[in-house]
């Protein structure tokens, strides 16, 4: 469940520092239904949500987390900001065609569907992509309590929290 979004002293309004639960019906109760004049938003949803759908369609994923500033008050944001977890295993087990074919969707993430999205694929330290793994890991867990202003810059002393969805 996600709950309501706080003042911080900041324009946007914010989650509550910590991460929230919440279903995709959830997510888009709370955050798109409830803002059903920023049709931005409801673009920005459906665009996701095809993504994620397409991603699914290749490699099962573990965990998706929605941060930035879809998941605050901001009326209009750019994008939807979204770290998606999948194990590095699913990918490696792909065809060739369809590690192309994937990379091809995962080149698109921006351009097509407006999602700033980060792959974080866990695995075995000995795994080529450990290093990967572990860097996307960092920037979801740590950079993104962080909160950053609408000229992108980092406000020292607000932190705020961000969605895991339940899939």
């Known amino acids: 469940m996600i709950p309501d979004l706080i003042d911080a002293g900041q324009k946007d309004l914010l989650l509550p520092v910590g991460i929230h639960q919440a279903t995709l019906a959830e997510v888009e109760a709370a955050l798109v239904q409830t803002q059903p004049t920023y ?33 605050t008050s901001r009326p209009a944001p750019k994008d939807t900001d979204v770290s998606i977890w999948v194990d590095a295993e699913g990918i490696d087990a792909l065809t060739p065609a369809q590690q192309q074919a994937f990379g091809l969707l995962w080149s698109q993430r ?8 980060y792959l974080v694929t866990p695995c075995a330290p000995a795994h080529p992509e450990h290093k990967t793994y572990l860097h996307w890991k960092n920037a979801t867990e740590t950079s993104w309590p962080a909160y950053k202003n609408r000229a992108k810059l980092i406000v020292a002393g607000v932190t705020k929290g961000y969605i895991e969805v339940m899939t």
Do not use: I
């Open 39 to 71: 049709q931005r938003r409801v673009e920005l949803w459906g665009l996701f949500n095809q993504f994620l759908t397409l991603v699914k369609g290749y490699v099962p994923v573990d965990h998706v987390f929605l941060d930035g500033s879809f998941v």
């Open 110 to 117: 921006m351009s097509r569907f407006h999602c700033d999205a």
